[in-house]
Structure formats: structure tokens, C-alpha cells
């Protein structure tokens, strides 16, 4: 009789649980993955945020005012530094050259004030043929400096022949007596037999009674 009874039907496997667990792996995962990026995004920000810096500061006002923005001073960068200090360098440059160019302006005037015009008589000198401004300050034994001042409304290079006349000093005017030559006349004066022919335009050692001798300054 027991064999002949049906057999009891073999319930098959359910693969419900493996799905539900796959379904949670997944998304679990899914779940890390969004919060990773979520963290590195966040990371990313702060780093954006402390590299930018701040061009103006809040300030809040009294008694709940408006906040007022006030510029914050930017970081210098090495390039910012170099270029000041170049434009710091430049302007000195300017500077020294300006000073140098008023020295050299005001200096023409002081030299002019500090030149002392030697004692003794003044004459009236007509340009000649082939004379030069310094020319004729060697001839009458003075500087050119010293013509100079004895002449301000006279340029050195504007001088014309036959029509410019120069004020130059001199020791004296000695008339040529008896007995009377160059040497003796030179050492009487203290200067040399040379000067005195200079002055005088003479290329030899004679003079005439009653000549007019010019004597340069020693």
C-alpha cells in the first residue's frame, strides 16, 4: 500500500535571496562611489578657496549696518618686488641726472663769481687778423676766465675782426727812455723778456725811444 502512494513533489530552490544580495553589493558600492566623489569635489573646492586670494575684507558696521568691503592689500610676488625695485632704480638714475645737469648749469655761474679780476690799469683791445678769444688772454698774461669777466656781453667764438673790442688788464704802459731795452725793461716789472714781447707783438729785441710798451700782468 505504501508504495503505490504518490511521491511528494521535490520543492525547488528559490534564487531569491542571491538577487536581493547582489542587489544590495551593488548598491553599496554605488553608495561608496558617490560619497568618494563627493569628498574629493569637496577637497577640490577648499584647495581653490585657500589658493584665491581675498581682494576685500567685510567689515560689519555698528548696530547691525551694512557691511562695509575694504580692499585687502594683495601679496607681493617675487616678479612685483623685482619691478618696484627696478622702478626705484630708475627714478634714482633720473634723479642723479637731473642733479648733474643743474651742476653743470649753476656751475658756469659760480666760476664766473669766483673769478677775481687782478689789480692794475685797463685797456681796449681791437680784434686783429688770426686773434682768438684765448689767444689774446695769453697775449696779456691772463686767463681766459679772467677776459671773460672782464667782458660778460662777449661771446668767445662771436668775435669779429676790426670790430670787436675786448677790455683786458695790464700792469701798466711804460714809455721806452734812454738806455731802455726789453731785458731791462722785463726785469723791472718782474716778468719775462718774453711777455712782454707777446704783448707787444714783437719778434725782435729792440724798441725806440718814446715807444709805448704794453706791460702784461706777471
Known amino acids: 500500500m505504501e508504495e503505490n502512494r504518490n511521491p511528494r513533489p521535490v520543492e525547488e530552490t528559490s534564487q531569491l535571496p542571491t538577487i536581493t544580495l547582489f542587489v544590495l553589493i551593488v548598491m553599496v558600492i554605488a553608495l561608496l562611489f558617490v560619497g568618494w566623489q563627493s569628498i574629493k569635489d569637496d577637497g577640490a573646492k577648499e584647495d581653490e578657496l585657500v589658493s584665491k586670494r581675498p581682494n576685500s575684507i567685510a567689515v560689519s558696521g555698528q548696530n547691525g ?76 698774461h691772463i686767463s681766459k676766465s679772467t677776459l671773460q669777466s672782464l667782458n660778460p656781453g662777449i661771446s668767445q667764438d662771436g668775435i669779429k675782426v676790426g670790430a670787436t673790442k675786448l677790455n683786458v688788464k695790464i700792469q701798466t704802459i711804460h714809455t721806452v727812455g734812454a738806455g731802455d731795452v726789453l731785458r731791462i725793461v722785463a726785469q723791472k716789472y718782474g716778468i719775462s723778456k718774453q711777455a712782454l714781447m707777446d704783448a707787444n707783438k714783437k719778434t725782435k729785441d729792440l724798441a725806440e725811444r718814446g715807444e709805448k710798451l704794453i706791460i702784461p700782468l706777471k
Do not use: C, W
Open 65 to 140: 549696518a551694512d557691511a562695509v568691503m575694504i580692499p585687502s592689500p594683495l601679496e607681493e610676488t617675487g616678479e612685483d618686488i623685482v619691478a618696484k625695485e627696478e622702478k626705484k632704480k630708475t627714478e634714482k638714475k633720473i634723479e642723479l641726472k637731473k642733479k648733474e645737469v643743474d651742476e653743470e648749469e649753476e656751475k658756469p655761474k659760480e666760476e664766473s663769481k669766483k673769478v677775481k679780476i687782478p689789480k692794475g690799469e685797463t685797456i681796449s683791445h681791437t680784434v686783429q687778423a688770426g686773434e682768438t678769444f684765448y689767444g689774446i688772454a695769453n697775449r696779456y
